[in-house]
Nanobody, 117 residues
Framework: QVPLVESGGGLAQPGGSLRLSCVAS????????MAWFRQDPGMQRELVATITDGGSTNYVDSVKGRFTISRDNAKKQVYLQMNNLQPDDTAVYYCNRVLGEFPVYPWGQGTRVTISS
């Protein structure tokens, strides 16, 4: 059973915002670094943002200043607030536990984000 369930995607206009959520049924969630990845059809999966167990964050250059990753350890959830969305942000977004930059668990179904006017 895949322990990751993403939600919150949808259609948004350029300049709009979306908030993605991921429920991670893993233990101990609060000890793990988590991340959001995205994948366009025909493209490699890209690491977008990471958050450590201590709350330190890191972002790919293309989303810096626009996306914010956060976590709620009590709820075992990780979030991705996406602002000023652009057509290049269109992709399926996935969360996962990471070791360094490498995903640990099987991928969930992801949540699709489409940015179009």
């Amino acid at each position: 059973q895949v322990p990751l369930v993403e939600s919150g995607g949808g259609l948004a206009q350029p300049g709009g915002s979306l908030r993605l959520s991921c429920v991670a049924s893993v233990h101990p969630f609060n000890a793990y670094s988590m991340a959001w990845f995205r994948q366009d059809p025909g493209m490699q999966r890209e690491l977008v943002a990471t958050i450590t167990d201590g709350g330190s964050t890191n972002y790919v250059d293309s989303v810096k200043g626009r996306f914010t990753i956060s976590r709620d350890n009590a709820k075992k959830q990780v979030y991705l607030q996406m602002n000023n969305l652009q057509p290049d942000d269109t992709a399926v977004y996935y969360c996962n536990r990471v070791l360094g930059e490498f995903p640990v668990y099987p991928w969930g179904q992801g949540t699709r984000v489409t940015i179009s006017s």
